[in-house]
């Protein structure tokens, strides 16, 4: 088998070869690692002869849907991580990243917290598909908002992902008011943690903060970092599951869009406020 991700010599974006590798033990199959840009450079008309089936995480879905689209049409046995690829009949597994905005939405308001943006990198709302927006909107759902500003989480979003020094970042929050922040990932939870401190005198930023993912740095952090929980290896697993069961039913459509649940980390980042 052939698990492709965007970064397979490391495990902090995620440790789904455990997941899989779990469920592999005892039996004869064998799982070879392969980054993106290496898979998108071979022949797929001879992967067949190669490899049983393929779990692939897209780096960019909309870039390599048509990879997809072309494995599907070669009848071959195929599973696709963290993202649901639109309407083709391949099988998908994710994390419930609309109940990751959720809960994250819901523990910043137990605090006392009505002033909650969204931080991205990603400008979803290009698309309002995919792994970002379902956050987005899973926290926008949840935001106790008067009808009147029903924009404002959006105009947040898209202002506070144009910021691109610390200055601009705190002077934006401050004159939004805006008390705690959901970041789409721990990445640039720490990102927007570390240039806050910059401008203060120790690590006391004055926002609460919750990413996504629980990295290893995540909780090395000062503050350590309040994230939600995926549960890779339960990802790996289901994943597998759903390429055995393709391999030995081939004439058999499996084409389900399987949700893994979620869980909130609570770390000092929502402690302290």
Aim: one cysteine or more; hydrophobic letters at 45%; aromatic letters at 8%.
């Amino acid at each position: 088998m052939l698990l492709v991700l965007p970064f397979p010599e490391t495990t902090s974006f995620g440790d789904y070869p455990s997941g899989i590798q779990g469920t592999l033990a005892g039996t004869t199959w064998q799982l070879k690692l392969m980054a993106n840009e290496r898979f998108i450079q071979l022949n797929l008309d001879e992967l067949a002869s190669q490899y049983a089936g393929i779990i692939y995480y897209p780096q960019n879905l909309a870039t390599e849907l048509p990879i997809l689209m072309r494995l599907y049409a070669q009848k071959m046995p195929l599973v696709v991580l963290d993202k649901q690829p639109a309407a083709l009949a391949v099988p998908s597994v994710t994390s419930d990243n609309v109940a990751g905005g959720k809960i994250a939405c819901e523990h910043l308001q137990s605090r006392g917290h009505h002033r909650i943006a969204f931080l991205p990198e990603t400008p979803f709302w290009q698309t309002f598909t995919g792994t970002v927006s379902d956050r987005f909107l899973g926290y926008f759902n949840h935001l106790k908002l008067a009808t009147s500003d029903a924009a404002l989480p959006l105009r947040w979003a898209q202002a506070l992902q144009a910021c691109t020094t610390a200055v601009q970042l705190k002077a934006y929050i401050q004159a939004q008011r805006i008390t705690a922040i959901i970041a789409e990932n721990d990445v640039v939870a720490l990102r927007a943690l570390q240039r806050l401190q910059e401008l203060t005198s120790n690590s006391d930023t004055s926002i609460a903060l919750v990413g996504f993912d629980n990295l290893p740095a995540a909780a090395r952090n000062n503050p350590a970092l309040t994230t939600v929980v995926q549960d890779f290896a339960a990802i790996g697993a289901k994943a597998v599951e759903a390429l055995l069961d393709q391999i030995n039913n081939p004439e058999h459509l499996f084409d389900d869009q399987i949700v893994v649940g979620v869980k909130l980390m609570v770390r000092s980042s929502t402690n302290q406020y």
